[in-house]
């Protein structure tokens, strides 16, 4: 089955400054890849995909990249402001699976002032 | 009007109980899920419905059982539990219109769960 790891596990940035979390996957047949927000006692929150036709994607501060050859999608927050402090999560999935998602073991994100 | 909601928010319990977690989206999806997040965070898939058929069967104890009536709701029934069961339960939901796309979840608050 699919595996999905994820680094780093802690990352602590300057407001201000740009925050990256990468992943990398094991099945070539996975085709979505969708990033999850998670703040401290909420549900997870959907902030972004992509899909394997297309090589990066972005919206306002954040965006991602997929090298699809590589196996491996990141994350990339600009401009990054306290309210981004939170837990991020990658996943991904393939087609006819189900749409079931494989998740990362989540990036705890803190930007301090 | 919450898209997905989940009752009750908090469950505590003790252990060799048996107890029951709802989960209701009204945004329309066709399937649903249940996920399981432990105290590390991972989130691990559980099962799956689609217009309440059983897709996704993970490595689950039989303890666990899932049942949706309708696709708009999809409970989650646990038997005797244990000490190890306590997590944070997700319910999730999502379109599966075709097999050859995926899509995005919307999930629920989730269920802190606390065997004693």
């Known amino acids: 089955g699919e595996n999905v790891e994820q680094h780093p596990s802690t990352l602590s940035v300057q407001e201000g400054d740009s925050a990256v979390i990468k992943c990398t996957y094991s099945?070539?047949?996975?085709?979505?890849f969708p990033w999850y927000k998670q703040e401290l006692g909420k549900r997870p929150q959907l902030i972004i995909d992509i899909r394997s036709n297309v090589g990066e994607k972005k919206d306002q501060r954040i965006a991602v990249t997929l090298n699809k050859t590589a196996k491996h999608f990141s994350l990339h927050i600009t401009e990054t402001q306290p309210e981004d402090s939170a837990v991020y999560f990658c996943?991904?999935?393939?087609?006819?699976?189900?749409?079931?998602?494989?998740f990362g073991t989540g990036t705890q994100l803190k930007v301090e002032l | 009007d919450t898209a997905v909601s989940q009752t009750p928010k908090y469950l505590v319990t003790q252990m060799g109980n048996d107890k029951s977690i709802k989960c209701e989206q009204n945004l329309g999806h066709d399937t649903m899920y249940w996920y399981k997040q432990d105290s590390k965070k991972f989130l691990k898939i559980m099962f799956s419905?689609?217009?309440?058929?059983?897709?996704i069967n993970e490595t689950v104890p039989n303890r666990f059982s899932p049942k949706s009536p309708d696709k708009a709701h999809l409970n989650l029934h646990i038997n005797s539990l244990e000490l190890g069961d306590s997590a944070v339960y997700f319910c999730?939901?999502?379109?599966?219109?075709?097999?050859?796309?995926?899509?995005?979840?919307?999930f629920g608050s989730g269920t802190r769960l606390t065997v004693v």
């Open positions: 099945d070539s047949a996975s085709n979505y």
């Open positions: 996943a991904a999935s393939r087609a006819g699976g189900g749409n079931k998602l494989t």
């Open positions: 419905y689609n217009n309440k058929e059983l897709i």
């Open positions: 999730a939901s999502s379109h599966l219109r075709d097999p050859t796309t995926n899509y995005g979840y919307t």
